[in-house]
């Protein structure tokens, strides 16, 4: 479902904890905006080292839980070792799907564009989701910048738009942050 050409190289995990990544995308002030609290399940898709896992986390406390799903090994490995035991008892690592309904939460960060069919993934990630659960898609900006994936395989904000509406998502609030939409 992924295309080899297109999927961030986990050789380069390094950068997915720049400090200029915290400013742009920081975590919990992501977190707040979609919502999530103390007791929730929340579903990291293509979670890499757990940039949102490791504070999702934080946040469901003892009485929630993170899946953290990556199609890599090494990035799951890379997670795995920032785990702390209290992570590691809220924190479930997999390459697999989600079975179920189980999330009140669904995050998918900077991962869309590298899918061979988004909308067919985003139709497979609402299912995961319980019925007045929540999906936060932040994707790069359809623009030509020094970093970030090649312009030809980024999708434009009104594509973005419509394959959540052909997904049976509707807008509830647009983030503040500019490469990225919270839905």
């Not at 564009?113 to 988004?118: A, F, Q, S, Y």
């Not at 994936?149 to 980024?154: A, D, E, M, S, V």
């Not at 009104?158 to 839905?183: C, D, P, V």
Request: glycine share 8%; net charge negative; with cysteine.
């Amino acid at each position: 479902m992924h295309n080899e050409n297109k999927v961030f190289n986990p050789k380069n995990m390094n950068k997915l904890e720049h400090p200029d990544r915290y400013k742009e995308l920081p975590p919990q002030d992501i977190l707040d905006a979609v919502g999530l609290e103390s007791g929730q399940v929340f579903g990291d898709f293509g979670c890499g080292i757990g940039y949102f896992s490791i504070p999702a986390a934080e946040r469901v406390g003892k009485d929630g839980h993170v899946i953290a799903m990556d199609i890599s090994q090494e990035m799951l490995d890379g997670l795995k070792d920032r785990l702390d035991d209290a992570h590691k008892s809220r924190i479930t690592l997999t390459r697999d799907g989600i079975e179920g309904s189980c999330l009140d939460v669904a995050m998918i960060s900077t991962v869309l564009h590298e899918v061979d069919d988004p909308q067919l993934f985003l139709i497979e990630a609402s299912a995961s989701l319980r019925p007045g659960g929540k999906i936060a898609v932040l994707e790069w900006m359809k623009e030509k910048m020094e970093q970030g994936p090649k312009y030809g395989i980024r999708i434009s904000e009104q594509e973005m738009i419509q394959m959540l509406i052909k997904a049976g998502f509707y807008m509830e609030k647009q983030s503040i942050y500019r490469i990225a939409f919270t839905l």
